[in-house]
């Protein structure tokens, strides 16, 4: 079967970072993605990890743990702008993606 | 990379009635997938386009009820037939031309009354 978790919500400040998890157990294993998306809008992707360790691009930096069926968003010096909602997905051979339900992030100040 | 063209954007049709949604990838590409996002809801894979073949559909999904055509490496279309109010939901196509990253085309909002 099929299982991707993530939080439904978080909360976060202004300023601070938040790290936003995601556990799998998949048929099929070809790279994670982690993806933004805003209300209304299509998901724009961040990030994509398919070997262990972290990925970092700028403020955002993801991780994986193909042993442990783990990953994780890490978000730093978060702004207003980064409420959204984060998708988790496991990329499946030739390129078709399962989705979790979503991590929807409120930044305040 | 690649850019997708999705149309309608939005569109509010009544039950029982079908829509054609339509997306133009920038770029030739071996498959094309199809998602449906409902209200407050995650991204769930309707079913994978390949050009020259039927679609594969995930469980749950029927052919009857997405009828999907995919005629050239650029070009694909989904159909929502027969209407009800429980298919409105966002539409959205999507291309993964060297697995990766995910690109999406803009979404079509349906609403059926």
């Known amino acids: 079967g099929q299982n991707i978790d993530q939080p439904t919500e978080m909360t976060a400040t202004e300023g601070a970072i938040v790290q936003i998890n995601c556990t799998y157990q998949t048929s099929g294993f070809n790279g994670l993605f982690w993806y933004q998306q805003h209300a209304g809008e299509a998901p724009t992707f961040l990030s994509y990890?398919?070997?262990?360790g972290l990925e970092e691009k700028g403020r955002f930096s993801s991780f994986l743990s193909r042993s442990k069926g783990y990953s994780y968003l890490l978000l730093k010096e978060l702004q207003m702008k980064d409420s959204a909602s984060y998708l988790c997905a496991v990329a499946r051979g030739q390129g078709n993606l399962i989705f979790g339900k979503g991590t929807k992030l409120s930044v305040k100040p | 990379s690649a850019v997708i063209s999705q149309k309608p954007s939005r569109d509010i049709c009544q039950r029982g009635t079908s829509l054609t949604i339509q997306c133009q990838v920038d770029s030739q590409v071996t498959m094309m997938f199809w998602y449906r996002q409902q209200p407050g809801q995650s991204l769930t894979l309707i079913a994978t386009a390949n050009q020259g073949s039927e679609a594969t559909y995930e469980s749950g999904f029927v052919i009857d009820k997405f009828p999907i055509s995919r005629p050239n490496l650029t070009f694909s279309t989904l159909t929502v037939s027969n209407m009800s109010p429980e298919d409105s939901s966002i539409y959205l196509c999507s291309v993964v031309p060297g697995y990766t990253e995910a690109f999406f085309g803009q979404g079509t909002r349906l609403t059926v009354v």
């Open positions: 990890n398919v070997l262990d």
